[in-house]
Structures are given as C-alpha cells and as structure tokens.
C-alpha cells in the first residue's frame, strides 16, 4: 500500500484507534498492539491509548510471527486471546462481544465470526490452540488442523470481512464509513 495503513485517517481518528475503541467498548482490558521494525508512528499515535505495545523486530515476516510476539508480551494467565487486525477497523464493539460471549458458552472453541458465508477477523483463540504458533504453525493452520474446533458465528458486520490492502480497500471503507 505504500503507507502505514494503522494510522490511515477514517473521519477523526486513525484505522488502529478505530480498532482499540471498539476493544475497549467490549470490555477487553489487557491489550497488546503489536508494531513492526521502524513503526514508531504507531506506537506515538497510540500512546495514551490503553494498550502496551511490543515490536516485531523481524521485517516482512508472516502475521504469525507478529502473533508470537503478542502472545509473549500478553498476560500469562490468559485463557483465550482475541486476535484483532488493525486492517480490519470498521469491526464494532458489539461484534467482538459477541464473539467473547460465544466463547464463553464453549470455552475451548475457536471463534470465527462470518458475514454472509465469508469469514473474517477478530477470532478468538483458546490459549492453548494459539500457543501452537510457537511450533510453527500459523493461524490458518490452527483453525485447519481440527475443524471440530472450530465455531463459525453468523455477525452482521460487514467490518469483519473489510480490509485495508490496497487504496481501493480504503477507499471502498471510507465510502461505508461515511454511510453507515
């Protein structure tokens, strides 16, 4: 995309406040922002914000690789991890509690949400499963390796399914935003 697509503005705030707002909103207090190698932007655009933050020092490496450092950053004591994707920041509040919720009722299940037969992002991982990067796997992986794991969850957020890769992307986001 050429520019870091966290800190792309939609109306008042960034892409990745967007993201720790609705986080926030659904009750999640023990957040990690994982950054790349250079990305000091992002850690000054979200300071004050509450969140710890902790580098990926590997460039261009796998989503995995930035779950790892996550993961090892995050608190220990966690059951289950919400992976979030700051591409993805038109995901609402009330999407993520419902994820968490249906976490809740079969704990030890991923939770994937799905907008019109098409899955997206945040999932909610049982640490057990997520720790499973730390062998090599990815997510995709993870999810693949036992599908009776595995809980698909009907959203009607079309947040989850809308990413900024390309300017199209964003400009595609910027048009539902202001509509929506």
Known sequence: MGRLKQLLPLADKSAIHH????????????????????????????????????????????????????????????????????????????????LIEAYDRRPGLIVIPVYHGRRGHPCVFPADAVMKVFSGMNLREIVSADPSRVEYVEVDDEGVVLDMDTEEDYRVMLEKFTHD
């Open 19 to 98: 993201c720790i707002d609705a986080i926030v909103a659904a009750g999640i207090q023990d957040i990690t922002v994982v950054i790349g190698p250079g990305h000091e932007e992002i850690r000054k655009a979200v300071n004050g914000s509450p969140v710890r933050i902790t580098v990926n020092g590997k460039a261009g490496s796998e989503m995995a690789e930035s779950v790892r450092v996550g993961l090892a950053a995050a608190a220990a004591a966690c059951s289950a991890f919400l992976i979030c994707l700051a591409d993805h920041p038109l995901v609402s509040a009330a999407t993520i509690r419902t």
